[in-house]
């Protein structure tokens, strides 16, 4: 058959299949929401896209890789999808006897933490198309589409009515935003709590808020009712809580994980600290509590177009459609 279509038309009955390891569930309800976000993007705004979600549950068991590696391959064909779209390198060993075109998004780990990064950069072979979601992991893998995974920016921002806290200085009570559950031990809230004792060992009075067991719609009340985020993780990739903060106007100060300087540097309240001491963390957020004012005068319009989710979809949705012109 001679496939005359223009990317347009090919894109007008497209069928997605997006096959993942990270999607949040009952037990694990936080784990991967990023990953649902971008599919409940492309489904609003995206309508002419089918977009279906296949989970494989590799924290189970690495063997359920292997077992949907035989299930897949009859279900991309029964169900005539067009094009499987995998989150996260592993993923990837699912998809190997797949015939049609595979578009892979690494997400950080599966590119830079051993032994997993070696053969997810051999399993990269078999996607047509790679997203990385910062620069890093582009230089990593040595080829790529950056593509971050994007957020509502109009959930997050501010309402004008609103006055939220006021980024309050040392002499008062300031509320700091953990981005996480103080038990999960990559957030390094013991670091955290370090800082935050410093801080009072200089005059304040810290109220921490903490993100656990807050319902997803309910995040941007909390983003609007703290002072500054301070984010000090043992490591992330690319944090959605740093691109929450820029569009919440929020000013963060954060270890050098992931690709926060680079979001940092489009705005001028966010602060990437020197290092990991205690005292230097302490110093950076009272020098950005210093000269940050009001909220709502501060500036985050450099970066807004380059996380808003339903851009990003748009961006997602063209490169199908490149590929599929490409196989044409």
């Known amino acids: 058959m001679i496939l005359t279509f ?49 989970v494989v549950e590799g924290y189970r068991s690495k063997l359920e890789y292997f077992r949907a590696m035989f299930r897949l391959p009859r279900i991309v064909t029964r169900d005539g999808y067009d094009i499987v779209h995998a989150h996260y390198g592993l993923t990837l060993i699912s998809l ?29 072979r078999k996607a047509s198309k790679s997203i990385v979601v910062a620069r890093r992991l582009r230089y990593e893998l040595g080829y790529g589409e950056v593509i971050p995974c994007g957020i509502d920016v109009g959930h997050f921002s501010m309402p004008a009515d609103r006055t939220g806290a006021q980024c309050r200085h040392l002499s008062s009570s300031i509320r700091i935003l953990f981005p996480g559950n103080p038990s999960n031990t990559v957030k390094n809230y013991s670091l955290f709590h370090a800082v935050c004792l410093e801080l009072e060992r200089r005059g304040a009075h810290v109220e921490d808020v903490h993100l656990k067991n807050i319902n997803r719609t309910d ?37 050098d994980v992931g690709d926060v300087k680079e979001w940092a540097g489009m705005v001028d309240f966010g602060v990437v600290a ?54 044409s």
């Open 6 to 54: 223009t990317a347009t038309r090919w894109i007008e009955a497209l069928k997605i299949l997006v096959v993942t390891n990270l999607y949040p569930s009952d037990d694990r309800p936080s784990w991967g929401t990023f990953v649902k976000e971008q599919v409940e993007s492309l489904r609003a705004h995206c309508p002419e896209l089918a977009v279906d979600v296949l």
């Open 96 to 124: 190997i006897f797949v015939r049609v075109p595979v578009v892979v998004t690494f997400h950080g780990s599966d590119l830079l933490v051993s032994p997993v990064k070696y053969l997810c950069k051999l399993l990269a």
């Open 219 to 255: 995040v941007p009340e909390v983003f609007w009712n703290c002072d500054l985020m301070l984010l000090t993780s043992f490591f992330e990739w690319s944090p959605t809580v740093i691109k929450e903060a820029i569009a919440a106007k929020l000013p963060f100060v954060s270890v």
């Open 274 to 327: 020197p290092d990991r001491d205690p005292k230097n963390i302490a110093d950076a957020v009272v020098a950005l509590l210093s000269r940050t004012k009001h909220r709502h005068s501060l500036d985050n319009s450099n970066c807004l177009e380059a996380m808003d989710i339903a851009k990003i979809a748009v961006r997602i949705k063209r490169l199908y459609g490149e590929l599929l012109e490409e196989r």
